[in-house]
């Protein structure tokens, strides 16, 4: 038995809990229709004044924030690892058993893992920071425990306190290829992490990635949690998504994030051709993956280029504040997309609709580069463009609407990786209110490239024709 019927349970009433489940109900659209039964609505839909509905979050309808305690037996050999401070440790009849504790209230999900470990751990900030691995696999440990310090130090300093006395990464073996959070425990495939070899010093570093996305958990899901209806995990992936971007970003550099958003779009417009229901807005996703992770990278990522990154975090700030392990009914995506536009300006507000509330994608393309040397030195360059843009339906169809955005433009100059953009020579906004046009910038040293939304920011249906060589 993983849990063993310590003393400190006797008190307490194990009658077993019966009831409906409708997360269990098929979902898929061949396999219900094989059984006669309708199509399945994914989720509740999304209301603004959510009550009933919300009483339950989106992860479980057992309880809502409540306390554990953990008495854990295992081998002699193995260490057994559950959520919450290890109150002690003992071996009893050739049994090794480990007493945990919940520092703080938390969602009733957890994780109970026995291995032979080794561990890894450090102090950091007065937090017990641990890194448990198989001995045959220290490759990438402390790149796990610097990812987790570089986490403790945005997080804390951007969205507020971290309420458990410990972190820790857990290693489980390769039958699944996932991480996941739970209170203050991130077990952690070998197969993703601890496995992995980063080869190349421009490839993404998908170990310290996950490390801060499992993290941002701690307070998106694990803080701030979702009511059980549409949009719900864009409060808690989505979020987690853009907290780890940034700790990317702060860690690599902000030339790093255009491989990483371009990883993500792709993804995404892959992803959208093998939908089997239909397609959501960011702010009614339905437990999407293709959404709510790669969709959500670009849509906050820009939106945080676009009202920068003190609105952005002081938006999130204040959701934290208000919800954290606030009691039911819990939150929906419209007290998350609310806060977000309440520090949006006039002039940007369309992005709430474009990037939250709708699903729209464009079509940006340079046709033509060119410049010319002046007589100061320096070049006039000019980009003549073209910019289309597009709302989706549910399926897929496709119109055309009005483009009148702000939009980036870029001008580089000689790269010594043909596979990145060279040091940046001009990056400015521009408003774009026509379908086609030319703009005209001046740069101080000779320029090999430029475009139109170089860096991949927005939703672009093909994205490797932004950027083109100077003529």
């Not at 893992?113 to 920071?129: F, T």
Request: hydrophobic share 35%; proline share 4%.
């Amino acid at each position: 038995a993983i849990v063993d019927n310590g003393s400190f349970f006797n008190n307490i009433d194990f009658s077993p809990l019966i009831g409906y489940q409708e997360g269990n109900e098929l979902d898929r659209k061949d396999k219900r229709k094989d059984q006669d039964l309708d199509p399945k609505e994914r989720m509740p839909k999304l209301e603004r004044n959510c009550t009933d509905k919300c009483m339950n979050n989106y992860i479980s309808n057992h309880a809502d924030w409540v306390m554990v305690e953990t008495l854990f037996s295992t081998s002699p050999d193995q260490i057994a690892v559950a959520p919450g401070s290890l109150v002690e440790e003992y071996e009893e009849e050739g049994r090794r058993y480990f007493h945990y504790k919940l520092d703080h209230s938390s969602l009733y999900f957890y994780s109970f893992i026995s291995a032979r470990y080794e561990v890894h751990r450090e102090l950091y900030k007065d937090l017990d920071l641990e890194v448990y691995y198989d001995k045959r696999h220290p490759y990438n440990i402390e790149n796990m425990s610097r990812s987790l310090k570089r986490t403790i130090d945005y997080y804390t300093e951007n969205y507020g306190p971290y309420y458990h006395c410990q972190a820790r990464i857990i290693e489980f073996p390769r039958y699944a290829s996932f991480a996941q959070a739970f209170p203050g425990t991130m077990p952690y495939s070998e197969g993703i992490g601890y496995i992995a070899k980063i080869e190349d010093e421009d490839d993404i570093d998908m170990v310290f990635y996950v490390v801060a996305h499992e993290m941002a958990h701690q307070y998106w899901a694990h803080q701030v949690i979702g009511g059980a209806v549409q949009g719900a995990t864009l409060l808690s992936e989505s979020f987690s998504q853009y907290s780890a971007l940034m700790v990317m970003e702060k860690e690599y550099g902000r030339d790093q994030m255009k491989r990483f958003l371009k990883y993500e779009m792709d993804n995404y417009l892959q992803s959208r051709g093998s939908e089997e229901l239909k397609e959501q807005p960011l702010m009614f996703v339905e437990n999407q993956g293709y959404i709510h992770y790669r969709k959500a990278s670009l849509v906050l990522y820009y939106m945080r280029e676009m009202i920068g990154e003190e609105n952005m975090n002081a938006a999130l700030r204040e959701l934290i504040q208000q919800f954290a392990y606030r009691e039911p009914p819990y939150p929906t995506a419209y007290h998350a997309v609310d806060a977000i536009r309440a520090h949006t300006p006039d002039s940007l507000q369309y992005l709430i609709t474009d990037l939250f509330e709708t699903i729209t994608v464009f079509s940006n393309r340079v046709t033509k580069v060119s410049s010319s040397e002046r007589t100061d030195g320096k070049y006039d360059v000019t980009i003549e463009y073209s910019s289309q843009k597009f709302r989706a339906d549910s399926l897929g169809r496709q119109t055309k609407i009005p483009v009148n955005d702000w939009i980036e433009f870029g001008v580089y100059a000689d790269p010594e990786d043909a596979d990145r953009l060279g040091d940046k020579l001009y990056a400015g906004m521009h408003k774009v209110n026509k379908e086609s046009g030319t703009i005209t910038v001046t740069v101080n040293a000779k320029p090999f490239q430029a475009g139109i939304d170089p860096r991949n920011l927005m939703v672009d249906l093909v994205g490797d024709d932004n950027v083109e060589e100077v003529e």
